[in-house]
């Protein structure tokens, strides 16, 4: 059984920029949830996607977006970056399917904003 | 909405004794789960124990325990025999168990709680 993936490990990008981070979900799991964890602090929910479509956001701007692809991966994609999002990027899959109340993590996208 | 407390910020134990953390949760939901996980300095974040609101036998899971107090809101967990590789953050995690809605399966963090295990 395939666990979660993230890639990349790590990015560094300049205030204004774009990125687009990834998440390939575990084997089975067709929901996949994006959290920011800034340091020191708990993870914050940020959106997430089942069946291919936003399916419930936490209190992040629009400039955060995502997509799901039918193999149930997923991106997020933050535009116009600030200081602040400066963060590690978690990613977690879980099933609506039997245990679908657990969600198993990805080992994170460390972004730093310069 | 809900909120997740984890009031120790700092806890340390010596090796092979046992050591709580603490959490209390509020919410007005009857039915939800609530999660303990653990992010060492690689920073994964790995679950510990999951615990079922409508269940009322205590989850264990190894050498951790949950306590879970229901009408107070409150659900510690308890490592026993502490190892140097329990050292890590512990993130309390409170998650709703409304079906269909993918808000409700979001989850909740506290602040966390940094065990130290000293050899």
């Known amino acids: 059984e395939t666990g979660v993936t993230q890639s990349p490990t790590h990015l560094i990008k300049t205030r204004g920029q774009q990125v687009t981070l990834r998440c390939s979900s575990q084997?089975?799991?067709?929901?996949v949830s994006w959290y920011q964890q800034a340091l020191g602090q708990g993870p914050q929910f940020i959106f997430q996607?089942?069946?291919?479509?936003?399916?419930g956001r936490g209190n992040f701007p629009p400039r955060f977006s995502g997509l799901q692809f039918p193999n149930y991966s997923s991106e997020l994609n933050v535009n116009a970056l600030e200081l602040d999002d400066s963060a590690l990027y978690l990613c977690?899959?879980?099933?609506?399917?039997?245990?679908?109340?657990?969600?198993?993590f990805g080992p994170g996208t460390r972004l730093l904003v310069l | 909405a809900q909120t997740v407390t984890q009031s120790q910020p700092e806890m340390s134990v010596q090796e092979a004794e046992t050591v709580t953390l603490s959490c209390t949760y509020d919410?007005?939901?009857?039915?939800?789960?609530l999660f303990w996980y653990k992010q060492p300095p690689s920073r994964q974040m790995i679950l510990v124990i999951r615990?079922?609101?409508?269940?009322?036998q205590n989850a264990t899971e190894n050498r951790f325990s949950v306590n879970f107090q229901k009408a107070a809101k409150s659900f510690s967990l308890k490592i026993s025999d502490s190892q140097l590789g329990d050292a890590a953050m512990y993130f309390c995690?409170?998650?709703?168990?409304?079906?269909?809605?993918?808000?409700?399966?979001?989850?909740?963090f506290g602040s966390g709680t940094q065990l130290t295990v000293l050899p």
């Open positions: 977690a899959s879980s099933s609506t399917q039997g245990t679908g109340q657990t969600q198993y």
């Open positions: 084997s089975g799991h067709n929901t």
């Open positions: 996607y089942y069946r291919e479509e936003e399916n």
């Open positions: 919410t007005s939901e009857s039915d939800y789960y």
């Open positions: 615990q079922e609101a409508y269940k009322q």
């Open positions: 995690a409170y998650r709703s168990a409304g079906i269909s809605s993918g808000s409700a399966r979001q989850l909740t």
